[in-house]
């Protein structure tokens, strides 16, 4: 079971950037497809961006893309998320999540979330 640690959050100005982490332990992170979600104050998790477990592939938010960046680092056990050109709307918490599929199971893994906030 893995266990996965995210941070990088904190607070930027509109038009900055940011870099989040999320570490991973205690699993074959190579087992995994990753991605990263996002929750605003009342508002559901919604889908931020995803990678396949070699980084060959990568799936984006229409809101996000051309802005995020997703990419992994396998022998580091590492997912990231690049954020550029960040808005007040990207304000979240942000998570980590990653899914592993067995014999036609997924198991879904989620980290503790670390919190993005963006100033006008």
């Known amino acids: 079971q893995v266990q996965l640690v995210e941070s990088g959050g904190g607070l930027v100005q509109a038009g900055g950037s940011l870099r989040l982490s999320c570490a991973a332990s205690g699993g074959t992170f190579t087992d995994y497809a990753m991605g990263w979600f996002r929750q605003a104050p009342g508002k559901e998790r919604e889908f931020v961006a995803a990678?396949?477990?070699?980084?060959?592939?990568?799936y984006y938010a229409d809101s996000v893309k051309g802005r995020f960046t997703i990419s992994r680092e396998n022998a580091k056990n590492t997912l990231y998320l690049q954020m550029n050109s960040l808005k007040p709307e990207d304000t979240a918490v942000y998570y980590c999540?990653?899914?592993?599929?067995?014999?036609?199971?997924?198991?879904?893994?989620w980290g503790q979330g670390t919190q993005v906030t963006v100033s006008s």
């Open positions: 999540h990653g899914k592993r599929t067995d014999y036609g199971h997924e198991y879904d893994y």
């Open positions: 990678i396949s477990w070699s980084g060959g592939t990568t």
